[in-house]
């Protein structure tokens, strides 16, 4: 933790403000916002090239809620404000201390939100978090009374006068919302079917050009809020209770490196029958501590994992075959999201194409691409800093791996690296098809392994996964199916003969539904492809929500 300066006067009677950066985000404006850098995870790095079958959905600011509900101030949480919002708030209620959050890309924003505590809440204490701190003499940029680096609830604990040791309270958190595909807006209850839960932050692998890593302390290093298999349970049970969620977005860079927090958690689902579904990130060695039985009676039905080339120097990988690997995932019902790095040192324009080829012959249900990019912070930027290779007209804005290098590679234009990124997404669809697709794929050949298991608990959540494929996903593959056939025919047929496959699984009454609403589907994704070639720009919701906030006299 970083040393705090001395308490603040009120201590836990202070009021705190902690926001995000306002927003709109998804365009281009002088405060840094880009169009191509939407607030959205999955359409801005992962299913961006997919059109109509790109995944469109949002998730809350976890740092900031996970302060508020582990101080004992009165507490606001303001997240993904509008820029009026935010200065009504400021006006219309007297903070002591306004914390603000952001990463590296938002850093004019977070120079015009000090701007305006300082014009409408001088008396507020501006305290600055996230990984926008890791910018070189971010406190000559910024009008900030605090800037604090790493994790941030023991610096807020130690600022109020609260006891810093003191055990985590998880907060419920639903994994995210707006969630929309294919035309179609889920139900408000379906957007956010499974919550978040944060057993630690920091990555102990770390790569040269991790951001989180480096964050947090660097190789080796990280933060645990919850050391104990059964501290999980509880946070999940509490989740469960709340939302009424079965699922669970684990955000941990490599929770199943820690194995026996993991099998501890697994003890506790077994003991209490809780047949859940866990969403972790993995790499590829630690995957290979466990069975594929294990993983299962875990719940683990996708993780994330690293694909880098297969010349990099990366011990995650760690000479694993990752395609057979995910493969062998993939058929029992463990959906696999591949993450792979494009203009590596070592790429050239000879040898780069048969390398993000290799990326996508993985055939992985969802496939992230990032340019390699030395991001203030970490220590690929202060190497390349070192040698010179930063391109000092880049703004701080455009350093986010989406868009053109921030440095000179040795083999790789700047423009090339634009072009590379669009094209290595591009052949992920057109090799593969729509996410949704080989999602369904992966779930079935889950359920066919083992919705007759032995284990209750597994059978339970193969019936989940089976009543999911029943009634979710027939129709929208029937409309994949007829869209792609003039564009991709290969996968078109990829695609009914999965359809066909399920309407065998499940009988007549299948066949008639995906018939009967697939062509409303088929209307809609042609309606979204034909208003939004380029995927239609939205927004996340604000939130605003407060916590031991005194009653009014």
Request: aromatic letters at 10%; charged letters at 25%.
């Amino acid at each position: 933790m970083q040393n705090p300066p001395s308490q603040h006067p009120k201590g836990t009677s202070a009021r705190v403000l902690l926001t995000s950066v306002f927003g709109p985000y998804a365009q281009d404006d002088e405060f840094g916002s880009r169009s191509i850098n939407p607030m959205e995870l999955y359409h801005n790095q992962v299913t961006r090239e997919q059109g109509p079958f790109s995944l469109r959905l949002f998730h809350r600011s976890w740092g900031i809620i996970f302060i508020q509900h582990n101080i004992s101030a009165p507490c606001a949480v303001l997240d993904f404000p509008t820029r009026e919002r935010f200065i009504e708030e400021l006006k219309t209620n007297q903070y002591d201390v306004v914390g603000i959050s952001s990463i590296i890309v938002n850093v004019g924003k977070v120079r015009e939100m000090c701007r305006l505590v300082r014009q409408h809440s001088p008396g507020s204490v501006v305290v600055v978090g996230g990984h926008v701190t890791a910018i070189p003499g971010i406190q000559h940029m910024i009008d900030a009374d605090h800037v604090v680096k790493g994790e941030g609830v023991s610096w807020f604990r130690a600022y109020l006068g609260e006891p810093v040791d003191r055990p985590m309270t998880h907060p419920v958190i639903p994994s995210g919302f707006g969630f929309s595909v294919m035309g179609l807006t889920a139900p408000k209850k379906a957007s956010a079917p499974a919550a978040t839960i944060i057993p630690s932050v920091g990555c102990p692998m770390g790569c040269n050009f991790c951001t989180t890593s480096a964050f947090f302390g660097g190789k080796g290093k990280v933060v645990n809020f919850f050391e104990k298999g059964a501290e999980l349970f509880r946070a999940m049970c509490d989740a469960e209770r709340s939302l009424g969620v079965k699922s669970f977005f684990v955000m941990d860079e490599n929770f199943l490196l820690y194995k026996q927090r993991a099998m501890e958690l697994l003890e506790q689902m077994k003991a209490a029958q809780k047949a859940w579904s866990l969403y972790v990130f993995s790499s590829a060695n630690a995957l290979k501590k466990y069975s594929m039985r294990e993983l299962v009676e875990l719940g683990v039905a996708w993780v994330w994992m690293g694909l880098e080339s297969p010349q990099n120097q990366y011990q995650k990988l760690d000479g694993t075959d990752t395609r057979a690997l995910t493969k062998e995932l993939q058929s029992h019902g463990i959906g696999v999201l591949g993450s792979t790095i494009v203009g590596l040192e070592h790429h050239t324009p000879e040898n780069i194409a048969s390398e993000i080829e290799h990326a996508v012959a993985h055939n992985t249900d969802f496939h992230q691409f990032m340019l390699y990019t030395p991001v203030p912070g970490t220590p690929l930027y202060e190497q390349v800093e070192a040698e010179g290779r930063l391109l000092p007209e880049v703004d701080l804005a455009d350093i986010h791996g989406q868009d053109h290098f921030n440095f000179e590679h040795a083999a790789i234009t700047r423009e090339q690296s634009k072009t590379l990124l669009d094209w290595a997404f591009r052949l992920d669809f057109e090799k593969n098809g729509p996410s949704i697709y080989r999602l369904a794929r992966t779930m079935r050949e889950g359920w066919l392994r083992y919705h007759n298991d032995p284990d209750p608990r597994v059978r339970e959540r193969m019936r989940q996964a089976g009543r999911e494929l029943r009634h979710g996903y027939g129709a929208a593959l029937f409309a994949m199916e007829k869209y792609m056939r003039r564009q991709n025919s290969d996968v078109a047929l990829k695609i009914r003969e999965l359809r066909k496959a399920m309407e065998r699984d499940w009988g007549l009454m299948s066949r008639w539904a995906n018939r009967a609403l697939g062509p409303a589907v088929l209307w809609s994704v042609r309606r979204d492809a034909r208003r939004y070639p380029r995927g239609r720009r939205i927004e996340p919701m604000t939130f605003f929500e407060r916590r031991n906030w005194p009653e009014p006299a």
